[in-house]
């Protein structure tokens, strides 16, 4: 929508600075009244037709240009969010299928369910919880790398500021509702240090930006 905008004020601005000039050279030539000659008002209008047109041609190319950038990038923005959606089912039907872990009177506890009971230390940290609790952090990882990926494709959105923001805003605190929980009391069981062995830099800052880990 700016873009067209802009390409208006551009074609009426040319117009106004074609015809200004036209006036200008005819009053320099002394000729300081408007003929009423249907001929020379057609010229005239050959004239400014001559000039516009190749610009309005050239604006409506970059128009067209700009139309399928857009299209382009709706259609990566639309990409990427399915493949993040995608990643995300995957991720929460580990964590909260039920498993043969069996605690107290609870049978089959999940995985979301175990990272809660060995993080308020109710379950000692095996081999084996730690092994599959490994696992679900790279896959964190993985998914933290593509959350401010896809937030970040959300920055170049066309619209102003305040809806974008407002937008971003609202990605941002699903997925911080939908995981800062379960990634905070991991890093309460293994700590930054064995975090910063699983993730990798890149992943480190997306995580820290989302509030997966601490600052």
């Not at 929508?1 to 036209?22: N, Q």
């Not at 580990?94 to 009971?117: A, G, K």
């Not at 599959?132 to 170049?156: C, G, P, T, V």
Request: glycine share 4%; charged share 20%.
């Amino acid at each position: 929508m700016k873009y067209s905008k802009y390409a208006l004020i551009s074609i009426v601005a040319i117009a106004f600075i074609t015809s200004g000039v036209f006036f200008f050279v005819m009053y320099n030539n002394g000729i300081s009244n408007l003929n009423h000659s249907t001929q020379d008002w057609g010229a005239f209008g050959s004239y400014i037709g001559g000039i516009v047109a190749p610009f309005a041609s050239l604006i409506a190319g970059i128009l067209v240009y700009q139309s399928l950038k857009a299209d382009t990038y709706y259609r990566k923005l639309e990409l990427i969010r399915e493949s993040l959606l995608r990643l995300d089912s995957e991720f929460y039907k580990v964590l909260t299928n039920p498993t043969q872990i069996q605690f107290d009177n609870e049978s089959n506890v999940s995985i979301e369910r175990l990272i809660i009971l060995i993080s308020n230390d109710k379950v000692t940290l095996s081999d084996e919880y730690e092994h599959a609790l490994i696992s679900l952090l790279r896959n964190l990882a993985i998914i933290s790398r593509a959350i401010e990926h896809y937030l970040f494709l959300m920055d170049s959105f066309d619209a102003n500021i305040r809806d974008r923001d407002w937008l971003i805003n609202t990605e941002k605190s699903y997925w911080v509702y939908r995981y800062a929980r379960i990634s905070n009391r991991l890093e309460t069981i293994f700590g930054i240090s064995k975090i910063n062995e699983v993730f990798s830099k890149e992943e480190i800052a997306s995580a820290r930006y989302l509030g997966f880990i601490s600052k």
